[in-house]
């Protein structure tokens, strides 16, 4: 079936840093791909999505790429911040499937040192 | 809209009790997903509703699970008896499908469940 792979974590870095949580699937078909976030305390959040190859999301300084040749999905971002210190869910959801529901990676935890 | 709300943030229960979570999805969505979190398996869909209806339940672990959604606007998560395998976070989330897709899940805060 459908999968999701994440880089594990926990990933600690300084604010200011470069971010990338690295992102793979596998599936059928061309499915949309997501990146959720979940702050402490709280239930997690859509951060940015692309629905084909080639797409780019991108959203409060966070981008991804969509990469069918690689089946990827990396999240980057050019300078973190203490305040994106959270869980970042790879995620995807396949029409060849029907689309209904979406298949999360296992979550990479995220911590930025002032 | 006050978004996804569950009932209660935090469960302690002893073994064997039953236990019944509660979710009150956004106006007018008419997808809900029960989700379980754990550092072991990370976030495992339980079961989904579309239009008050069980569509998959494939991930809901055994009989001791069984989940309801009697109307749009309310659906409970059961465990019927607990055990301390259960413990987890359970969140539940909501989304207005459009068409065949389910793409934006707007979730609650969770539930803390610790079976002692």
């Known amino acids: 079936g459908d999968s999701v792979t994440q880089m594990e974590g926990p990933v600690t870095l300084s604010e200011e840093a470069f971010l990338t949580i690295n992102c793979t699937y596998t599936?059928?078909?061309?499915?949309?791909l997501f990146w959720y976030v979940q702050y402490p305390g709280e239930g997690l959040q859509l951060l940015l999505k692309?629905?084909?190859?080639?797409d780019k999301g991108s959203n409060k300084g966070f981008e991804a790429t969509y990469r069918k040749e690689t089946t990827s999905f990396h999240l980057e971002k050019g300078s973190v911040q203490v305040s994106d210190s959270a869980v970042y869910f790879c995620?995807?959801?396949?029409?060849?499937?029907?689309?209904?529901?979406?298949?999360f990676g296992q979550g990479t935890r995220l911590t930025i040192n002032p | 809209d006050a978004g996804v709300i569950q009932s209660p943030r935090h469960e302690v229960t002893e073994m064997g009790q039953e236990v019944t979570l509660r979710c009150k999805p956004i106006?007018?969505?008419?997808?809900l997903f029960w989700y379980r979190q754990t550092m072991m398996r990370g976030l495992e869909l339980l079961i989904y509703?579309?239009?008050?209806?069980?569509?998959?339940d494939s991930g809901m672990p055994e009989d001791r699970f069984s989940a309801k959604m009697p109307n749009a606007s309310f659906s409970t998560l059961k465990i019927q008896p607990s055990e301390p395998r259960d413990s987890a976070v359970y969140f539940c989330?909501?989304?207005?499908?459009?068409?065949?897709?389910?793409?934006?899940?707007?979730f609650g805060s969770g539930t803390q469940l610790s079976v002692l």
């Open positions: 989330a909501s989304s207005l499908r459009v068409g065949e897709t389910n793409e934006k899940l707007f």
């Open positions: 599936a059928t078909g061309y499915p949309s």
């Open positions: 692309a629905t084909k190859a080639d």
């Open positions: 995620a995807l959801i396949n029409a060849f499937q029907g689309a209904q529901k979406l298949v």
């Open positions: 106006s007018g969505h008419n997808s």
């Open positions: 509703f579309n239009n008050n209806v069980p569509i998959d």
